[in-house]
């Protein structure tokens, strides 16, 4: 019951905001610049783990070195695994802006492709049959662009005041997608942090640095079966 009620917690203060509100955007031609030198340094021989996603993936609030992908790419070094993560967040993102920005994206080398993308969907209430169209189709352009590359999607959640209909084929959405793709699936990416305002920000949705921590844990749970696999 306790567990039930943090969750209620941060659904409730989720449907105030979403996930890097407009006014509080990454700007994104920084982002591209980041990556793109990113790109030239990079070593050829080195495999790429490519996070997509948005505020959550982008560290909202935070450095960039306290947020997931830093946290996951840590986590590679002391295993002395050869792996470079990028991290393409872009706060504010839905599925449609991801779709418009992916192709580019895709103009580099993706061993492995970390879907995180649909919140926002929610949080607008856009229909859900248009949001799982465009993770569809991000998901076979990374597939055309790269058979080879490995998909991780991560799951997400939104709040009941949507209508228990809606919240609950959103959240079946991933699964759903996950098995009909057969790619791998983290089940819920806040799993353990969402609901504990201690680990999330004063908006109350957005992972502290200690939040991070545990969705690091939640993504590298799943990713690092896809590593031992590529």
């Not at 659904?11 to 793109?36: D, H, P, R, Y």
């Not at 993706?110 to 919140?119: H, K, Q, R, T």
């Amino acid at each position: 019951m306790h567990n039930i009620l943090k969750l209620s917690y941060f659904l409730a203060v989720l449907m105030l905001f979403s996930c890097g509100e407009k006014g509080k955007k990454i700007n994104q031609e920084n982002k591209s610049t980041e990556i793109s030198s990113q790109e030239e340094t990079i070593d050829s021989e080195e495999k790429i783990i490519l996070f997509f996603g948005n505020s959550l993936t982008a560290a909202y609030g935070l450095e960039k070195e306290e947020g997931f992908p830093a946290l996951i790419q840590e986590r590679l070094d002391s295993l002395n695994m050869n792996y470079t993560a990028i991290n393409s967040g872009v706060s504010g993102e839905t599925t449609s802006g991801g779709l418009n920005r992916l192709e580019w994206v895709l103009n580099q080398k993706v061993d492995i492709f970390v879907l995180e993308l649909g919140a926002n969907d929610g949080l607008r209430g856009i229909p859900l049959k248009e949001s799982k169209n465009n993770l569809q189709k991000m998901i076979e352009l990374v597939k055309e662009k790269n058979p080879q590359t490995k998909i991780i999607l991560a799951g997400m959640q939104i709040p009941p005041n949507m209508g228990a209909a809606y919240t609950s084929e959103f959240k079946e959405m991933y699964p759903q997608l996950a098995e009909q793709n057969n790619v791998a699936l983290i089940p819920f990416l806040l799993d353990g942090v969402a609901g504990n305002p201690k680990l999330n920000l004063e908006d109350g949705i957005h992972p502290t640095a200690e939040g991070q921590k545990i969705v690091m844990e939640n993504v590298w749970q799943i990713l690092e079966d896809v590593i031992v696999e590529n």
